[in-house]
């Protein structure tokens, strides 16, 4: 039996979800931030050609999150997955 690799996708992606839990690094250390817990928020990361991804924007609006996708991917690999399904 031969397996084929699954390609990586390698654009912009827009996820969503009820945050469980968030933390904040900087200077001064890592600590908790209670704003966000329980609230859906949609993510939109950037996945690059080695399956890296990076976290370029979050909130509560989707229309808004398929506008920052789309504006990421004119640089990023031009391709957009929503994996919401348009949820909320």
Do not use: C
């Amino acid at each position: 039996m031969v397996l084929l690799p699954f390609p990586n996708f390698t654009g912009v992606e827009i996820n969503g979800g009820v945050v469980q839990s968030e933390t904040v690094t900087d200077a001064r250390g890592t600590r908790p931030v209670l704003i966000n817990v329980g609230r859906f928020l949609y993510y939109v990361d950037v996945i690059e050609d080695d399956g890296t991804r990076i976290s370029m924007w979050d909130g509560t609006d989707h229309a808004e999150a398929v506008r920052q996708a789309n504006l990421l991917a004119l640089d990023f690999g031009g391709k957009v997955r929503d994996r919401t399904g348009g949820a909320r």
